[in-house]
């Protein structure tokens, strides 16, 4: 009866995902409706008002099936878009070319996983999991044709004085983890690539912190905190702290960096559409005068597929 259901999932996966490719320089976005979009052309962003979508994935046939969303990273060099669905408690991988050669990853997350973060040099995923209260790493395979998603090979990263874990961000190059903790005391925390040596980074006047990016080329930590309605940022040390965007009332969700611009996703619980909006930078002012993606559920992850997002050094090598 188990082995059933698991080919069931597998059939799903299969029927639900449509034919396609990912570009470079686009925005992926899950959605409350267990969706997947694909914006194209970011470069052309500040030049219109609001950007055509096109839907690319439908990953659940369960309509009642994850309510959270879904959690994505990217893997530019090898070309790899990485996923979690909280309907089915999996973590898929799909190739940025061919979106039909998907594999799972990984069976048996809870049904709230938060952001996923990919060591590109390493060819490691990290997932933080706010259901378990966990920070997991799992190898990614090189040949997607000989994959076990039963595998059990996968590392506990961090266990232990942490309670609601929303977002993750990873630095290869330095070998630093950094996540965020929604719970009784809201921090955001730095270590290692195995989860060790940690360090406090921000606990003070935070709320809900919820997702991180990196800003690899100034070494600069953003976050959201829909609990302030602010966009933050501090060095990778915690030093240097601001609010680079407040907006009492502003749910902030998923960000990510496109050259001199942040993106940044905006979700509500109550919330009937989803938007997306730029932010330069600098100074917090808003690149357009106007939202540019509004979409008929409420947004959650993003991620930006820019190769220039993820430089490779090789120098460092740590597998699972």
Known sequence: MWERGLLFLLLVYSTSVYSASIPYRSLVMSTHKNQLLVFSGLEDWRQHDVINYSKLFLLSLNP????????????ENREI?????????????????????????????????????VDWVSGNCY?????????????????????????????????????????????PELGYLFWTDTGKIPKIERSSLTGEDRKLLTWQGVIRPTSLCIDYFVK????TDPGRGTVEYSDLH??????????????????????????????????????????????????TDKTIIRYGTPAFSISVFDAKRQPLDLSREFHL
């Open 64 to 75: 009642v099936s994850n309510t959270r969303g879904i959690s994505i990273s990217l893997r």
């Open 81 to 117: 878009v990485i996923f979690s669905d909280a309907g089915f408690n999996t973590i898929t991988a799909i190739n940025v070319t061919n979106v039909q050669n998907a594999i799972l990853l990984h069976i048996g997350t809870s049904s709230g996983v938060g952001q996923l973060g």
């Open 127 to 171: 997932w933080v999991d706010t259901v378990y209260g966990w920070i997991v790493m799992q190898a990614i395979p090189k040949d997607f044709s000989k994959v076990n998603s039963l595998n059990p090979n996968f590392k506990m990263v961090v266990d232990t004085y942490i309670d609601i874990p929303t977002g993750i961000a990873v630095y």
């Open 220 to 223: 600069r930590l953003y976050w």
């Open 238 to 287: 915690g030093n240097g702290r601001n609010i680079l965007v407040s907006s009492p009332g502003s749910s902030f969700y998923g960000i990510d960096i496109f050259e001199d611009v942040l993106v940044v996703s905006e979700w509500s619980s109550g919330a009937v559409n989803g938007s997306v909006k730029l932010f330069i930078k600098a100074d917090g002012k808003q690149a």
